[in-house]
């Protein structure tokens, strides 16, 4: 375990993720123009994507939020990296068509945005539940999967009582709606941030909520702990240091068991969702990781 940036990153670093993060959105290519759709899968997915030369890096976001929460890192990471957010099924901008699917279907998903862009390989990974499907793609095509960046998730199939919260918040939204009592304890648990806590319970008041199909995936997901061997590419774990919603050891079995990890990074001070809320750290620890793919972003593409 190491934490991010003081140990390992050094002044270099730190000056480097600086100058990035002095940028705006605006100076981040195509991102925060809005949404765009594509056909792949079978199914329409939204997707946001910084283009460029960089090497792509293909992030899903966490339960209840979207691909949203990646903004800062495109705005702060800089032409190295070409960042592609997508929003999962029941989230943001991808319709749920009430159709039953697991977290299997949705890293095909992933791989048939990758065909969809024209992307052969890429770095994959996401917060939470976008690891969950990182993890499935790199089971499903090695080969297309040059790297692994893996925050707050987990291999291991739904703990019992992580499960038993789940039904009871599920049943009370399906029940009451985005009631502020229900919304207020859950923002705080993803976030750790008033003001975010805030934009997300209001956005959350204005779309469907993801119950249902998508309940039932993350609920019902599988054990894929015992095929973590199989996966040897390098892989970037990170944790939020106040994450109330998955426990550190967890982390600790993706980093004993996966081949290409060397060490769990912990972002001090975050929550569930550490690019939205910490982005400087995340960033350094990815500007450290580049080092580490073995190709460059022209031949990944």
């Known amino acids: 375990m190491w934490r991010c940036p003081e140990v390992r990153q050094g002044a270099l670093i730190r000056r480097h993720v600086a100058g990035m993060l002095a940028g705006t959105l605006s100076e981040t290519r195509n991102w925060g123009r809005g949404m765009a759709s594509v056909r792949a899968n079978g199914r329409e997915l939204s997707y946001e994507d910084t283009g460029g030369d960089g090497i792509p890096l293909v992030l899903g976001h966490g339960f209840f939020l979207d691909s949203t929460v990646f903004a800062p890192l495109a705005a702060g990471l800089g032409r190295e990296w070409r960042v592609i957010g ?30 969809a862009l024209g992307l052969e390989r890429a770095v994959a990974g996401g917060i939470s539940q976008g690891g969950f499907i990182a993890l499935r793609a790199a089971l499903l095509a090695p080969e297309r999967v040059e790297g692994l960046v893996l925050m707050d998730t987990e291999a291991t199939p739904c703990d019992p009582d992580d499960r038993a919260g789940y039904e009871r918040l599920f049943a009370a939204l399906d029940q009451h709606g985005p009631a502020d009592e229900l919304t207020g304890p859950l923002a705080a648990q ?41 996966i040897a590419c390098p892989a970037l774990l ?8 998955l426990p550190y050891d967890r982390m600790q079995l993706l980093d004993r068991r996966l081949p290409g990890a060397s060490g769990v990074t912990v972002i001090d001070g975050a929550a569930h969702t550490p690019t939205l809320t910490h982005p ?3 960033i350094a620890a990815l500007t450290a990781f580049r080092p580490r793919l073995t190709t460059a972003g022209a031949a990944l593409r």
């Open 280 to 282: 400087g750290q995340v």
């Open 190 to 230: 993803l976030l750790g941030d008033p003001a975010l806590e805030r934009q997300w319970r209001q956005t959350w008041q204005q779309r469907s909520l993801p119950l249902g199909a998508p309940a039932r995936c993350l609920m019902e997901r599988d054990d894929v702990s015992g095929r973590l061997g199989e």
């Open 86 to 115: 997508w929003d999962a099924r029941g989230h943001g901008g991808t319709a749920d068509d009430g159709q039953p699917f697991d977290y299997w279907d949705l890293a095909r998903d992933l791989l048939g945005l990758l065909d």
């Open 238 to 245: 990170m944790w939020g240091s106040q994450d109330h919603s």
